[in-house]
């Protein structure tokens, strides 16, 4: 099947400012409240939801072309983690 | 026998406990004291919807009423509303029982009465002692668990101890007394599971509405639970939230969904002294069975009886259970039977053998999992097909490591209506803006994409993908 048009084109933007950009995007449309987000941030108190995190991680998927949960060994705790786990496979 | 006697036949003896946030009982102590009180003889025989919101009172009062009520309902605490008189009528209520005057039964319910049980257990009153149901009582209480349905009005499946049970009773236990948690409520299959192996063999810690995650597994971990379930969603929930570092239990269970290899691997690292076992089961199945080996999927040597009576049918390409754990019916006027013309239900989960392992593929029915709400895909498409601007839509699951699966939305335009990028993104957002305000939040799509055409079949039908 032939893409007309995608949304979430691969981009070229580094990837801790595409996540950031996600981050803000699904938290606007999930009208939640979004800590700032430093690398100490827990993930868990950073005012997003479980649903939410699966938009993000869809969402870059699309974006970034990969996706570092498939092979990652522990799971992200922090902002500053889950920036790690895909910067490492952008390598 | 009733659930009393269980109880009293094992874990009272062995000093198990009931443990909720900020208070805890003995089981032994639970013959001395009751929710119900003086209330309860007025509950006999009869069908009793449980509508309290605290979790701690509904264990207490499901040990008091089996062997009492001719059929107990457990509503679950996110039950909404409006589908209460739905689950009045198919249930034949005729006594609603909650925990406080905000949970009462809505206007225009036919009830015989109300009872308002008291959140904290009090001494027995003079004259009533365990246990409350007649050695002579001849019929055995009838569970009632509810189940999302197809129309979003709850499913209601019938069980009855037995059945309910019937995953573990009549083991013995091995070396000290296991203290069981999960994640789920209890008045949900997976949960209820938990609470019956609990009082079967061990104590069982609660969690509490409105307790944080970090919270619960730091209670959990305080207690000396052992062993805890939850569904993958809550699983990996449970590892992002850091606080499972902290948390050292013997067995660790999913259940509720597919475990995929990505969520047991994860399990096995942050836990590397437990067993890490996936548990299939279904409130109208029952508990089919338990993988142990640590991989997805399952053994093709589980295929056909096990020495528990559990008979896993593959023949037609999904997977069927006949079982002394499936639920006895669908509950209510026009429902449909709840196991097929062979006495096997069929689950709907569609299965690949590769190398003599099973693996699943997806649901028959097209139905998308999303963190264990289900989400049928032509009541989204529905939504979308009513933008002018759209000629037709798929909804399909999309893989995702943290819910299992999310929405994803293959949109066709009626010509002329996308005239570029521009126009495109004005499309999506309305489709979007249609999605949030008529459906929960994890039906609505979490990515659409602009397709020239989608296949169809023979008969017109849109060809749904099959995972």
Same mark, same amino acid.
């Given at each position: 099947?032939?893409?007309?048009?995608?949304?979430?084109?691969?981009?070229?933007?580094?990837?801790?400012?595409?996540?950031?950009?996600?981050?803000?995007?699904?938290?606007?449309?999930?009208?939640?409240?979004?800590?700032?987000?430093?690398?100490?941030?827990?993930?868990?108190?950073?005012?997003?939801?479980?649903?939410?995190?699966?938009?993000?991680?869809?969402?870059?998927?699309?974006?970034?072309?990969?996706?570092?949960?498939?092979?990652?060994?522990?799971?992200?705790?922090?902002?500053?983690?889950?920036?790690?786990?895909?910067?490492?496979?952008?390598? | 026998?009733?659930?009393?006697?269980?109880?009293?036949?094992?874990?009272?003896?062995?000093?198990?406990?009931?443990?909720?946030?900020?208070?805890?009982?003995?089981?032994?102590?639970?013959?001395?004291?009751?929710?119900?009180?003086?209330?309860?003889?007025?509950?006999?025989?009869?069908?009793?919807?449980?509508?309290?919101?605290?979790?701690?009172?509904?264990?207490?009062?499901?040990?008091?009423?089996?062997?009492?009520?001719?059929?107990?309902?457990?509503?679950?605490?996110?039950?909404?509303?409006?589908?209460?008189?739905?689950?009045?009528?198919?249930?034949?209520?005729?006594?609603?029982?909650?925990?406080?005057?905000?949970?009462?039964?809505?206007?225009?319910?036919?009830?015989?009465?109300?009872?308002?049980?008291?959140?904290?257990?009090?001494?027995?009153?003079?004259?009533?002692?365990?246990?409350?149901?007649?050695?002579?009582?001849?019929?055995?209480?009838?569970?009632?668990?509810?189940?999302?349905?197809?129309?979003?009005?709850?499913?209601?499946?019938?069980?009855?101890?037995?059945?309910?049970?019937?995953?573990?009773?009549?083991?013995?236990?091995?070396?000290?007394?296991?203290?069981?948690?999960?994640?789920?409520?209890?008045? +949900?299959?997976?949960? &209820?599971?938990?609470?019956?192996?609990? @009082?079967?063999?061990? *104590?069982?810690?609660? !969690? $509490? =509405?409105?307790?944080?995650?970090?919270?619960?597994?730091?209670?959990?971990?305080?207690?000396?639970?052992?062993?805890?379930?939850?569904?993958?969603?809550?699983?990996?929930?449970?590892?992002?939230?850091?606080?499972?570092?902290?948390?050292?239990?013997?067995?660790?269970?999913?259940?509720?969904?597919?475990?995929?290899?990505?969520?047991?691997?994860?399990?096995?690292?942050?836990?590397?002294?437990?067993?890490?076992?996936?548990?299939?089961?279904?409130?109208?199945?029952?508990?089919?069975?338990?993988?142990?080996?640590?991989?997805?999927?399952?053994?093709?040597?589980?295929?056909?009886?096990?020495? +528990?009576?559990?008979? &896993?049918?593959?023949?037609?390409?999904? @997977?069927?259970?006949? *079982?002394?754990?499936? !639920? $006895? =019916?669908?509950?209510?006027?026009?429902?449909?039977?709840?196991?097929?013309?062979?006495?096997?239900?069929?689950?709907?989960?569609?299965?690949?053998?590769?190398?003599?392992?099973?693996?699943?593929?997806?649901?028959?029915?097209?139905?998308?999992?999303?963190?264990?709400?289900?989400?049928?895909?032509?009541?989204?498409?529905?939504?979308?097909?009513?933008?002018?601007?759209?000629?037709?839509?798929?909804?399909?699951?999309?893989?995702?490591?943290?819910?299992?699966?999310?929405?994803?939305?293959?949109?066709?335009?009626?010509?002329?209506?996308?005239?570029?990028?521009?126009?495109?993104?004005?499309? +999506?957002?309305?489709? &979007?803006?249609?999605?949030?305000?008529? @459906?929960?939040?994890?039906?609505?799509?979490?990515?659409?994409?602009?397709?020239?055409?989608?296949?169809?079949?023979?008969?017109?039908?849109?060809?749904?993908?099959?995972?």
């Amino acid at each position: 099947m032939k893409l007309l048009y995608n949304h979430y084109k691969v981009t070229t933007m580094p990837v801790r400012a595409t996540i950031t950009n996600l981050f803000q995007e699904v938290a606007r449309e999930q009208q939640r409240q979004l800590a700032p987000l430093t690398d100490d941030l827990k993930l868990l108190k950073c005012g997003l939801d479980s649903l939410s995190f699966a938009l993000i991680v869809a969402r870059l998927e699309d974006a970034l072309g990969y996706d570092p949960f498939d092979t990652a060994e522990s799971f992200p705790v922090t902002f500053g983690d889950f920036v790690k786990l895909y910067e490492a496979r952008a390598v | 026998m009733a659930l009393w006697d269980s109880v009293i036949g094992a874990a009272a003896k062995r000093g198990g406990a009931l443990i909720g946030a900020g208070r805890a009982v003995p089981l032994a102590a639970l013959a001395q004291v009751s929710c119900l009180a003086g209330r309860l003889e007025a509950l006999r025989g009869r069908c009793v919807l449980i509508a309290v919101r605290d979790a701690f009172t509904a264990a207490i009062l499901l040990l008091e009423l089996d062997g009492v009520a001719r059929r107990m309902v457990l509503c679950t605490p996110d039950l909404q509303r409006e589908h209460l008189p739905h689950v009045v009528r198919c249930a034949q209520a005729d006594v609603w029982l909650s925990d406080s005057p905000q949970n009462g039964p809505p206007a225009g319910v036919e009830l015989d009465f109300a009872v308002e049980a008291d959140a904290q257990p009090v001494p027995l009153p003079p004259g009533l002692q365990r246990p409350f149901h007649r050695a002579d009582c001849q019929a055995a209480t009838e569970w009632v668990l509810l189940t999302s349905g197809t129309t979003g009005a709850p499913k209601l499946v019938a069980h009855t101890l037995a059945s309910l049970t019937s995953a573990f009773a009549g083991e013995r236990a091995q070396g000290a007394a296991p203290v069981w948690s999960t994640f789920y409520d209890i008045r +949900r299959y997976g949960g &209820l599971q938990i609470y019956l192996r609990a @009082l079967h063999a061990g *104590s069982l810690l609660l !969690a $509490s =509405a409105g307790e944080t995650i970090t919270d619960y597994l730091a209670r959990a971990s305080a207690a000396g639970v052992t062993h805890i379930s939850g569904t993958p969603s809550h699983w990996r929930k449970a590892l992002m939230s850091g606080a499972a570092e902290r948390f050292s239990p013997a067995y660790v269970r999913l259940s509720g969904e597919i475990a995929d290899q990505g969520i047991l691997d994860a399990l096995r690292a942050a836990f590397p002294r437990a067993v890490v076992a996936h548990a299939f089961a279904s409130t109208e199945a029952g508990v089919a069975f338990e993988v142990r080996d640590g991989r997805a999927g399952f053994p093709a040597t589980l295929v056909g009886t096990s020495e +528990r009576g559990v008979e &896993l049918d593959v023949s037609r390409g999904t @997977l069927r259970v006949r *079982s002394p754990g499936n !639920a $006895s =019916a669908y509950l209510g006027d026009g429902a449909p039977p709840l196991e097929d013309s062979e006495g096997f239900v069929d689950l709907g989960d569609r299965l690949e053998l590769r190398e003599g392992r099973y693996y699943f593929a997806g649901r028959s029915g097209g139905i998308i999992n999303v963190g264990g709400l289900k989400v049928h895909p032509e009541e989204v498409e529905a939504v979308i097909n009513s933008h002018p601007g759209v000629r037709m839509s798929l909804v399909r699951p999309r893989r995702n490591p943290i819910t299992g699966a999310v929405v994803a939305a293959d949109v066709v335009l009626v010509e002329g209506a996308g005239a570029g990028s521009t126009a495109d993104e004005r499309i +999506r957002k309305e489709i &979007l803006d249609a999605c949030r305000t008529t @459906l929960a939040a994890h039906k609505v799509p979490a990515l659409i994409r602009f397709v020239p055409s989608l296949e169809m079949s023979p008969s017109g039908k849109l060809v749904r993908p099959s995972a």
